[in-house]
């Protein structure tokens, strides 16, 4: 069965840091690019970062530039969202999304066809 799975959510202060994981089940995510997306409630899915398939193309929201990484280790099967200077308004559920298409990436949610279950982020002091 195909699976994407987050971990590493959780409550933590302003400026603080995450790692969120996403590891894969039932296929190799190495074929895939993947993309980072998160909800607050009430706000629609927002596109926060995405990697391609080899790792050597990035991009990311410009409300989390500068601090945010997304990196992938495919010998893991494993794609990462390092969060650094974390903000109240960084809170919301952090999903990770697969699609075997394309050789660069784009942080649009439409285009992705498999999706974790997400992980709580939570930034308040």
């Known amino acids: 069965q195909l699976q994407l799975v987050e971990s590493g959510g959780g409550l933590v202060q302003p400026g603080g840091s995450l790692r969120l994981s996403c590891a894969a089940s039932g296929f190799t995510l190495d074929y895939y690019v993947i993309g980072w997306f998160r909800q607050a409630p009430g706000k629609e899915r927002e596109g926060v970062s995405c990697?391609?398939?080899?790792?050597?193309?990035?991009n990311y929201a410009d409300s989390v530039k500068g601090r945010f990484t997304i990196s992938r280790d495919n010998a893991k099967n494993t794609v990462y969202l390092q969060m650094n200077s974390l903000k109240p308004e960084d809170t919301a559920i952090y999903y990770c999304?697969?699609?075997?298409?394309?050789?660069?990436?784009?942080?649009?949610?439409?285009?992705?066809?498999?999706w974790g279950q997400g992980t709580q982020v939570t930034v308040s002091s």
């Open positions: 990697i391609n398939k080899r790792g050597s193309i990035t």
């Open positions: 999304a697969a699609v075997p298409r394309g050789t660069g990436c784009r942080t649009r949610s439409l285009e992705y066809d498999y």
